[in-house]
């Protein structure tokens, strides 16, 4: 089969899982699940993970080290323009020019559900700024589509809300996003389990994002091994085409032409 690959900002990445780096129990379990969910893009909290900031602290470079995954740098726990403008500017000046973040600027405390006023406008000075933008926000198609005309290279949209592990609640509002979309549609927030992530894949998306889902699990390190088959299989089936739904089963070997 022809090489299938996940381009964002111009780079390829034969995995489409992405995942976080919060919550596990330590660096190793980190590290552990990391690896085995086959992800090259990593995403992690800014304002809460230690990169280098802090020189007496635990760094997680050191257990996702830069010439071996794609670091994705997050404004996770910012509520305005100017608190995640400025948090991906750390990341940049942290991580020596790095361009590839992902922007999310939350409204509520309780849901961590989108802000997407604020997140249109902190994309715009993003990408005036030279940042490669993936951006998290609503599943409100016009949202999504304002977005990609603002520059950003990916748009991620909820399946539900952040850390609920409840699946897509939304698959029509998703499917018309990526139908319409120039850019990678990549789910992100809400997966639960490995059945969900395959959905995701089979609905065409791009990608999925995730973190509570391992990192959540009974066995974060298994757990990231049963996404990264979901990943794949739910791609595979995308690309193959699924049978059509029917009211009535048909024959798998029709009577015609039987010699009794």
Avoid: W
Avoid at 99 to 117: F, Q, R
Avoid at 126 to 134: I, N, Q, Y
Avoid at 172 to 191: F, M, Q, T
Wanted: aromatic fraction near 4%; proline fraction near 5%; charged fraction near 20%.
């Amino acid at each position: 089969m022809q090489q299938d690959t996940l381009t964002i900002a111009g780079k390829e990445y034969s995995s489409r899982l992405l995942v976080g780096t919060g919550k596990y129990k330590d660096l190793a379990e980190t590290k552990a699940a990391t690896e085995a969910s086959g992800a090259q893009i990593i995403t992690v909290a800014i304002r809460r993970t230690n990169i280098g900031q802090n020189k007496d602290e635990p760094n997680l470079l050191d257990v996702i080290p830069l010439d071996k995954y794609t670091l994705l740098p997050n404004t996770a726990g910012c509520y305005n323009v100017e608190d995640a403008v400025r948090t991906c500017r750390l990341a940049r000046e942290l991580l020596n020019g790095h361009k590839l973040v992902k922007l999310e600027v939350l409204g509520d405390a309780k849901t961590l559900y989108p802000d997407t006023i604020q997140t249109l406008k902190a994309a715009e000075i993003l990408v005036k700024d030279g940042f490669d933008v993936m951006v998290y926000t609503s599943d409100d198609p016009l949202i999504a589509r304002q977005l990609e005309d603002i520059g950003c290279v990916a748009v991620m949209p909820l399946a539900a809300p952040i850390g609920s592990g409840l699946g897509i609640r939304n698959p029509y509002n998703i499917l018309e996003i990526i139908e319409n979309a120039k850019v990678p549609i990549i789910v992100d927030a809400g997966v639960g389990t490995a059945s969900d992530a395959a959905i995701a894949m089979e609905m065409g998306c791009a990608g999925v994002l995730m973190n509570t889902a391992i990192a959540g699990a009974k066995n974060p390190v298994l757990m990231a091994s049963a996404m990264k088959k979901a990943i794949e299989a739910g791609r595979e089936a995308f690309l193959a085409g699924r049978m059509p739904r029917k009211r009535y089963a048909s024959a798998s070997s029709p009577l015609d032409g039987t010699f009794f």
